[in-house]
């Protein structure tokens, strides 16, 4: 089983697939690296495919300290895992946060990030309701402790975000909260506190992002209300964006709307590396 091995010395179990140019995949917190075999199957077609599991999320370690789970390290950890690969740079395609992730690789080291698709990106952001998440996100790093991951994911699967995944794909959605009921309980619940918990909310950080030259893709479902804001947030401050609804989609965009999440990815992709996704013309904006 392949592994890459972070600066602190947390493995990180990787597949990849394919070949050409460098695509990794970040998934989101109740995800892991299998979440996003569409993309993988799909995208291995011509690209060197990346998809691996989060410290914390088995088969890769689950270092028992939380302090060791914050938004650096796991940003940081999709570099470790490209220079690993000997990959200097490549497409990083995240949802969640794996979006947030993405968009701080970009901001830290640019020269490492080709584009980034953020997907289902922002929940949690809104500086009026920021202490009421952080502390519900302390309360269900409790409850992964206390009562299990299985238990968590029959409280979870019908969170309002979740529901047009359940609606559309009631086997999809099934297979996805039974593979979240087994994930490591401590590894839950120290992503939950560092990084679900502890990570600055991007509206607190609008020049950094203005700065970021990279080319964006924002792609938000239209029933997914947490991440309608800071999508349209994103794609008014970072230059070189575009921003995509899926209508009638909630959170878990790359499985819901599989076909349409490769097709958007893909014509991003395609055009990032044709020179043709540049930042926005100022002709275009309004006085």
Known sequence: MPYAVTKDNVRLHFEEAGSG????FLHEFAADHTNWEPQMRYFSRGHRCIAYSARGYTPSDVPASPEVYTYKHFYTDAFAVLDHLGIAKAHFVGLS??????L????????????MTLAGVGSGSSLENLEAFRKTCRENAEQFETLGSAE?????????????????DPRGHADFYAA?????????ANTMRGFQGGRPSIYTMPDAIRKVATPALIICGDEDDACVEPSLFLKKHLPASGLTFFPKSGHVLNLEEPALFNEMVERFITLVEAGRWLARDPRSMMA
């Open 21 to 24: 140019t460098p695509i990794i």
């Open 97 to 102: 946060m794996g979006s947030y992730s993405s």
């Open 104 to 115: 701080h690789a970009a901001m830290n080291a640019p020269e490492r990030v080709m584009s």
């Open 152 to 168: 968590v994911a029959k409280v979870t699967r019908e969170a309002p975000g979740r529901i047009p995944f359940l609606v559309k």
């Open 180 to 188: 979240l009921a087994r994930h490591d309980a401590k590894g839950s």
